[in-house]
């Protein structure tokens, strides 16, 4: 783990409060793998505040790149933050998502939940399928960026039907599945977002007896175990997000 001063080479709204923040960050970049975390300590907070955790969007040439959204007082006082600031970032922290994959890998993610699905397309070889769901086409993130991924096939959902299928993500998801199913071949699925979607991908993962690996989103106060606020259920008893996930198995997981 890296306590790394990090100077801010870019911060840029995307539209709908959303933003990249891109941390010069060289050893932590060469550090992290996709589905870990980082710990940021906000420059405009007071000293006493604690840090706060963003899932990481990409990883390389010495640059960490975050995608988040302003739903705090942490996150909307880090929207003040300026290009040349220079900011503690804490990291790589917690267990991510695995790299290699038996089958075809199947990304799915909602709102800022795509985050980790960049960095992990980005990673993982050959054909992958990537399935964004959003309340509104305001909440399909990155498209672009993940447009340029070699081998990812992109498949959108919105609840108001404004972009992509209107419905669930897991409504485009079902159909890949009827398809690879019908043609015996294997898949992985990849899961980053709200509970509900999560849950729902899982369920899907252990009901086709098929690999699932799920990033819970919990509370992740101190980011190295140590203060118990973001614990998940699962087959082992209770565990921390930070420390034995965020990525959990989902055949692990109690829901």
Known sequence: MLNEKCRILEHVEIGAGYRYIVFDAPKMAAALTPGQFVHVKVPALEPSALRRPFSVFDAEDGRVTVLYKAVGRGTFAL???????????????????????????????????????????????????????????????????????????VYTATNDGSAGVKGLVTDPLDDV????????????????????????????????????????DRHMICGVGACYACIQKTVRGNSRCCIEGPVFAAKDLVW
């Open 177 to 216: 599945l009827i398809e690879l199913r019908g043609e015996a071949r294997k898949f992985e699925l990849f899961a980053c977002g709200p509970d509900p979607m999560l849950k729902a991908v899982a369920m899907r993962a252990t009901g086709t007896g098929s690999p699932g690996w799920i990033s819970m």
């Open 79 to 153: 929207n003040g933050a300026k290009v040349g600031d220079e900011v503690s970032v804490l990291g790589p922290l917690g267990h991510g998502f695995p790299v290699k994959c038996a089958g075809v890998p199947l990304l799915v993610g909602g709102g800022y939940g795509v985050a980790p699905l960049h960095f992990l397309a980005k990673r993982l070889p050959g054909e992958k399928r990537l399935f964004i769901g959003g309340r509104t086409a305001a909440d399909l993130l990155a498209l672009d960026k993940f447009a340029a991924i070699d081998g990812v096939k």
